[in-house]
């Protein structure tokens, strides 16, 4: 069982900057991705950024040069850096970790962290 505690959400102004951090209890095994995604008050929850265990990151064109993610392999952490924040940015941030292939499967969800960006 693996367990995701993020941290680092607040309340922000428009054009600052916040750091999510996400730690994972357990062990996850080669061939995870870790992520972040978020969910605004009457909209889908949807993708930000994504790593993987060797480092190839994807980003949601929204996020694009404002967000980089970034993980500690050693300490099962996962980071959000978001700079430029954007009231759009609004939202409560998830951690997520999931391995898809090969054996053990998974899907790992944090509670999720709230970020409020006012203009």
């Known amino acids: 069982q693996v367990q995701l505690v993020e941290s680092g959400g607040g309340l922000v102004q428009a054009g600052g900057s916040l750091r999510l951090s996400c730690a994972a209890s357990?062990?996850?095994?080669?061939?995870?991705?870790m992520g972040w995604y978020r969910q605004a008050p009457g909209k889908l929850r949807e993708l930000v950024a994504t790593?993987?265990?060797?480092?190839?990151?994807n980003y949601a064109d929204s996020v694009k040069g404002r967000f980089t993610i970034s993980r500690d392999i050693a300490k099962n952490t996962v980071y959000l850096q978001m700079n430029s924040l954007k009231p759009e940015d609004t939202a409560v941030y998830y951690c997520?970790?999931?391995?898809?292939?090969?054996?053990?499967?998974?899907?790992?969800w944090g509670r999720g962290t709230q970020v409020t960006v006012s203009s």
């Open positions: 997520n970790v999931n391995k898809q292939v090969g054996v053990p499967r998974y899907d790992y």
């Open positions: 790593i993987t265990s060797g480092g190839s990151t």
């Open positions: 357990g062990r996850l095994f080669g061939g995870n991705v």
